[in-house]
């Protein structure tokens, strides 16, 4: 399989997988749940098919989530999930993805340094942006958006990233070397 091939056909299953795991999660009401499978599978995404690869399913998996009505109602959050999406996956890729071998030390400072960067951009761009001055939301329906867009973002990513470390090991030894894009 030549590498074009390949990085479609794995784009496209994880794209495919990240909406899958977002529609079956979504009837939970967890988030901790599903942001932290949503989180990983994006990791895994950049570190099997590199960063064109993980950025494609960041910035596609919250507007197929919003077509599919379960993502927020607001096109301007899905665009700063796409952006906070897109944080994670260039920490990872530059962190942990530009090295052949992937090592414990590396998986782990991407996880912090993108955890924490992801929850940081999110927390800035809809908390205390969009959220005052472009939506001018308040009351119940703030608060929840509010308290979506903090702590619990960065929560899920080092979640996501914590299993990641676990799993890509495990994940780039079963599919070999020629399955890694990087």
Do not use: D, E
Not at 56 to 72: D, E, K, Q, R, W
Not at 96 to 111: C, E, F, P, W
Not at 126 to 148: E, N
Not at 173 to 179: H, T
Request: aromatic letters at 8%.
């Amino acid at each position: 399989m030549n590498r074009k091939t390949l990085w479609i056909t794995q784009t496209a299953l994880l794209l495919a997988l990240l909406v899958s795991v977002q529609m079956i999660t979504s009837s939970m009401k967890n988030t901790l749940i599903t942001g932290s499978l949503v989180n990983l599978i994006l990791i895994i995404a950049v570190m099997l098919g590199g960063l064109s690869s993980g950025l494609t399913v960041a910035c596609l998996s919250p507007i197929f989530a919003f077509f599919f009505g379960i993502g927020p109602a607001f096109w301007q959050i899905i665009i700063c999930i796409a952006l906070g999406n897109a944080v994670l996956v260039v920490a990872w890729h530059f962190i942990a993805g530009r090295n052949s071998k992937m090592s414990v030390a590396s998986t782990i400072t991407a996880t912090i340094v993108g955890g924490v960067a992801k929850f940081i951009f999110l927390y800035l761009s809809v908390v205390q942006f969009l959220l005052p001055f472009v939506l001018h939301l308040q009351g119940p329906q703030a608060k929840m958006i509010s308290a979506t867009f903090s702590v619990p973002q960065l929560i899920t990513a080092l979640i996501g990233g914590g299993i990641a470390v676990v799993v890509l090991p495990l994940l780039t030894k079963a599919l070999g070397s020629k399955m890694r894009l990087n």
